[in-house]
């Protein structure tokens, strides 16, 4: 049995996908499985592809289907793994060359069940620490996560008993996918090395703002239908409820007004103001908003009718 299975998807990334294999080929843990998944691309990817596959066949697994996005290409590939631990990783960005090593030899040494690194956002001239929250407890664990997948590692079986997998054909998929796979993370460990250079290309779909900007409601909409059929909502209700809004009136927010269709902006910023009201109209007795100190938390009791449309006009102003 390997002792970590990486997972990574691709599609058209020729200009990338050389950089994330050699970092992964040459990880200082040697028992590992790179399982490619060729989501139906159309460029010279696969001919890089290829020429590691014939240099590295004892490290490589291949997997080919039908384009289907990235969700539908990570679900595709997590039966294939046989490694302890599962990691994902995106074929445009790359990792340092002893991240799976020490994110191992952390989980086996405090017997995690995930564990999660900080990463390096690389912009084409510069670089940016992300460093994140040390959290304790699964209420905190909402409240605080970084909810992306590439920065875990998450034990093979946990994936297995939960069956949680990410949806596919929405945006933000890593959102519904960490929330959901909470209930279920028991022990995690911090590795507070930054291991990931998380790549920033133009055109990618995280930097492109549409309609499909408002998915993330969906998401977080099936997030919190999870926790109710489950039956464990009554007990994250407050945390919930305040990334719901967080989400909203932060990071969606700031999306929302990269829209360059002013219409669609406006019609984008009603559904956000009336989904928060409609979904949670007391969340301003929200209590970890209330004992927030920090700048989104104070920036946050601001908010009322008056102050939104103020905010997102002198947003929206400064991005044009």
């Known amino acids: 049995m390997p002792k970590v299975s990486i997972i990574v998807p691709f599609y058209n990334v020729e200009g990338y996908i050389e950089k994330c294999l050699d970092t992964l080929v040459n990880q200082t843990l040697k028992d590992i499985e790179i399982i490619l998944v060729n989501d139906g691309s159309t460029d010279r990817s696969i001919e890089i592809v290829n ?47 002893d991240m799976y090593e020490e994110m191992y030899n952390m989980a086996k040494k405090e017997n995690s069940d995930m564990v999660e690194c900080n990463f390096y956002w690389e912009y084409p001239d510069k670089q940016k620490e992300d460093i994140g929250t040390i959290y304790h407890g699964k209420n905190e664990m909402i409240e605080k996560i970084r909810v992306v997948a590439w920065n875990k590692l998450i034990k093979r079986e946990i994936l297995e008993k939960s069956e949680v997998r990410f949806p596919k054909g929405y945006r933000y998929e890593d959102t519904e996918f960490t929330y959901k796979l909470i209930p279920y993370i028991e022990k995690v460990s911090f590795l507070k090395k930054p291991c990931i250079h998380y790549v920033q290309r133009e055109g990618s779909i995280s930097n492109s703002q549409n309609e499909r900007t408002k998915e993330i409601f969906d998401v977080l909409d099936h997030v919190i239908e999870y926790y109710k059929e489950k039956d464990i909502y009554e007990k994250y209700q407050e945390e919930l409820e305040y990334i719901y809004v967080r989400y909203a009136f932060c990071s969606s927010l700031l999306r929302i007004v990269k829209i360059k269709d002013d219409n669609l902006q406006e019609k984008l910023l009603n559904l956000t103001w009336d989904n928060v009201n409609t979904k949670f109209p007391n969340w301003k007795n929200n209590e970890i908003l209330k004992k927030g100190k920090g700048i989104k938390n104070l920036y946050m009791k601001t908010i009322n009718r008056f102050t939104y449309e103020m905010y997102t006009t002198i947003l929206a102003m400064i991005q044009k």
């Open 51 to 97: 020429k590691f596959l014939r240099r590295y066949p004892e490290k490589l697994v291949y997997l080919e289907k039908e384009n289907g996005g990235l969700s539908d290409a990570r679900n595709y590939a997590i039966p294939y793994t046989k490694g302890e631990y599962i990691a994902f990783l995106d074929s445009d960005d790359y990792v340092e060359k």
